[in-house]
């Protein structure tokens, strides 16, 4: 089942400027999927996001962060898996 048109895989800081590039192309059919450095910019990110957002648990555990339930939707690995699957396409940043 594809009901995701694009998933943007971010992995940089909010710093980094395919960051905000990548929140500036984000459309009402895509997801981000925050990982590694990514999940820094969670609070930017639910901001700006216009389609779905996910962080990955284990990075944002690693990195001390608490419990986001209210601004982003946390998945493990096989739901990261689970979402390449529904998406018609992939973008690493």
């Known amino acids: 089942m594809t009901d995701i048109q694009t998933l943007h895989i971010l992995n940089k800081s909010p710093e980094h400027p395919r960051f905000a590039r990548c929140l500036s192309i984000t459309g009402p059919e895509d997801a981000i999927l925050l990982i590694d450095n ?3 910019g969670l609070g930017t990110a ?3 996001a216009s ?3 996910f962080a990955l648990e ?3 555990a690693a990195r001390g962060m608490g419990d986001q339930s209210g ?3 946390t998945i493990n690995y096989d739901g990261m898996v689970e979402l390449t699957t ?6 690493s940043w």
């Open 46 to 48: 639910s901001a700006s």
């Open 38 to 40: 990514g999940v820094l």
């Open 71 to 73: 601004t982003v939707e």
């Open 58 to 60: 284990p990075d944002m």
């Open 86 to 91: 529904r998406a018609k396409q992939v973008i």
């Open 51 to 53: 389609g779905q957002l």
